[in-house]
């Protein structure tokens, strides 16, 4: 009879059980990565909880805009961003 070679013979490449072992402890790194506290603090950071219309209206008040920022909870670029907008481009007049 003849029989079909094994991966997991002796001596013979990686058990299967190590392969399997192997991509568990990847998958679970992978997890405990994702879910670390460092991966969610940035979390959801690219869209602002705070409008500009609040911001202005907080700042109206004689706040600073460190106040604001911290008051409102967000990030002092965020309240700069807001209350002083980058100028717009002129566009260049094309010669005739």
Same mark, same amino acid.
């Given at each position: ?10 001596g ?22 994702? %879910? &670390?506290? /460092?991966?969610? *603090? ?5 869209? !602002? #909880? ?9 700042a ?13 909870? %967000? &990030?002092? /670029?965020?309240? *700069? ?5 980058? !100028? #717009? ?8």
């Open positions: 009879m003849l029989h079909a070679p094994h991966s997991f013979e002796r013979k490449g990686v058990s299967v059980v190590k392969r399997i072992g192997m991509v568990v402890l990847s998958v679970l790194a992978g997890v405990a990565i994702a %879910t &670390s506290p /460092a991966a969610a *603090k940035h979390k959801g950071s690219s869209t !602002p #909880k705070v409008s500009c219309q609040q911001i202005k209206d907080a109206a008040g004689g706040k600073s805009e460190a106040d604001v920022a911290k008051d409102l909870g %967000t &990030s002092d /670029a965020h309240v *700069k961003s807001c209350l002083h907008p980058a !100028p #717009k481009h002129k566009t260049a007049k094309k010669a005739m």
